[in-house]
């Protein structure tokens, strides 16, 4: 079955330094996608960052990057240089291809505390 | 682009009473998902739909959910009767799925429904 595994219920980060948030995952599926969602206190989910299970280099975004491991089934997303608004609720999450192929699984998320 | 639309966006009911959510996915995207968010359970999958078919119904909670998707623009989640422990975030999103599995096909989320029951 799949899973998302986040450990790390709480990190905190100094202003400008860099942070890593790990997620773990298992599947069967060879083919899947990894994603990285967002939520500050606001509520809403914004997406930042995806990474396919075939892709050979790991994806960045401007900031954030994702450390794709796939022998250690880790997808761990790293901000660089992190700001204030950067404090928020961060989900890891997987999609492959158990029933069609859309449905996606999330973590419980880690809370990200940015300190000035 | 107005994004995933989803009204209300607070509601307080009593116990019993029937509760409808409605979701309007971004034009064009073919997959439609709701996910309730509780401190306890964390996002939850409850249903998903590709081209308004659903296509697993596996996390719908009991017989007291219930969605539709008449078409490709519009969606409910609907509850009856309701009860406390049905007081949740519901967030609807959506997702253009023709790419396959190697493809970015992220999901968009509305800005939720927070439900509280009385």
């Known amino acids: 079955a799949q899973k998302i595994t986040q450990t790390q219920p709480g990190m905190f980060v100094q202003e400008k330094e860099a942070v890593t948030l790990d997620c773990t995952y298992d599947t069967s599926d060879q083919s899947y996608g990894l994603f990285w969602y967002k939520q500050p206190s606001s509520g809403e989910m914004i997406f930042l960052i995806y990474q396919g299970s075939y892709d050979e280099q790991n994806a960045t975004e401007g900031r954030y990057s994702l450390n794709f491991q796939k022998a250690r089934k880790s997808a761990n997303l790293v901000i660089s240089a992190s700001q204030l608004g950067d404090s928020a609720m961060y989900f890891c999450?997987?999609?492959?291809?158990?029933?069609?192929?859309?449905?996606?699984?999330f973590g419980a998320g880690t809370r990200l505390f940015v300190k000035a | 682009d107005a994004g995933v639309i989803q009204s209300p966006r607070h509601e307080v009911t009593e116990m019993g009473q029937e509760v409808t959510l409605r979701c309007k996915p971004i034009s064009g995207h073919n997959s439609l998902f709701w996910y309730r968010q509780t401190m306890m359970r964390g996002l939850e999958l409850l249903i998903y739909?590709?081209?308004?078919?659903?296509?697993?119904d596996s996390g719908m909670p009991e017989d007291r959910f219930s969605a539709k998707m008449p078409n490709a623009s519009f969606s409910t989640l609907k509850i009856q009767p309701s009860e406390p422990r049905d007081s949740a975030v519901y967030f609807c999103?959506?997702?253009?799925?023709?790419?396959?599995?190697?493809?970015?096909?992220?999901?968009?989320f509305g800005p939720g429904t927070r439900l509280t029951v009385l």
């Open positions: 739909f590709n081209n308004n078919v659903p296509i697993d």
């Open positions: 999450a997987m999609r492959d291809r158990n029933t069609g192929g859309f449905k996606t699984i």
């Open positions: 999103a959506s997702s253009l799925v023709g790419r396959g599995l190697a493809g970015n096909n992220e999901q968009f």
